[in-house]
């Protein structure tokens, strides 16, 4: 959140100390089958004829260790290690951003006769949908009427603490079409020295997006013109032979044509512009 540590359960794969079954090495020795495992053999001799007796004597293929040959170690596999699921909790800092690393000493791979690595944690910080983060300033827009932003305007801000800002303008305040106000102090966490006493944060900022009406009647027209500052009157001889009256109409893309230096570019009427209609 943007003013407190959020603590986080998470499950890792965990790799401590090494395997006691094979001290870490991975492979253990198997019993000698041909002594089985005592390392010594009993072997039957005839000195002279008529006469059998059975020596005992060291084992040839064990060489009296009872052990032959190597085989992966049943309790860790060969690897060397035991693995297990951990839960770790840690402390997600609150000015932390996508890509941000937390290490744990000790926990990651082990290899056998050498300390054991850290296991990394890598925060992948998920889009917001309302906010947008530009280091430890926050963005919002909101769409208000154009009565809105002449009159007054009243805006809700949810912050990611979980408060809600009721944002109003100063009486008299005019909002223009894509102005932007700021709530300071209501950003992110600046990363400060540890001495310091308090946490210092970014901005909020809001631009407010004015949504016109489509028509207006002629009543509401004339109600306008003596609410606003009077519009001179335009002095031209409209009866002149050079004056032509004009009137607009809507802007469409899609049969604009677009600019060119020469006919040749385009031919002798323009090409347009070709839209894709889906």
Do not use: W
Request: aromatic share 4%.
């Amino acid at each position: 959140s943007g003013k407190t540590n959020s603590r986080v359960s998470s499950g890792i794969n965990a790799e401590y100390g090494g395997c006691i079954g094979c001290r870490g090495v991975g492979r253990v020795m198997t019993q000698c089958r041909a002594c089985q495992g005592s390392g010594i053999t009993v072997c039957t001799v005839q000195p002279f004829p008529g006469y059998i007796q059975q020596v005992p004597q060291e084992c040839r293929l064990c060489r009296r260790t009872g052990l032959a040959g190597r085989a992966d170690c049943p309790s860790c596999h060969g690897q060397g290690n035991i693995t297990e699921k951990r839960n770790l909790d840690f402390r997600v800092p609150n000015d932390c951003r996508s890509r941000h690393e937390l290490a744990f000493a000790g926990l990651g791979h082990h290899l056998p006769g050498e300390e054991p690595g850290d296991a990394i944690i890598i925060l992948c910080v998920q889009e917001h949908p309302e906010l947008s983060r530009r280091g430890c300033h926050l963005f919002t827009e909101r769409n208000i009427q154009l009565g809105e932003a002449l009159s007054g305007v009243k805006v809700t801000v949810k912050t990611l603490d979980g408060r809600t800002l009721l944002v109003h303008s100063p009486p008299g305040s005019i909002i223009e079409p894509s102005s932007i106000r700021v709530l300071e102090s209501e950003g992110m966490p600046i990363p400060s020295p540890p001495h310091y006493n308090r946490t210092l944060y970014g901005n909020l900022y809001i631009k407010f997006n004015i949504k016109f009406p489509e028509k207006l009647t002629a009543e509401e027209t004339e109600k306008i013109k003596t609410l606003l500052t009077p519009v001179p009157p335009l002095e031209i001889d409209r009866m002149r032979e050079d004056v032509e009256e004009v009137q607009l109409t809507d802007y469409d893309p899609c049969t604009a044509a677009p600019e060119s230096e020469s006919e040749d570019d385009y031919g002798p009427h323009g090409p347009g512009v070709q839209c894709v209609h889906q």
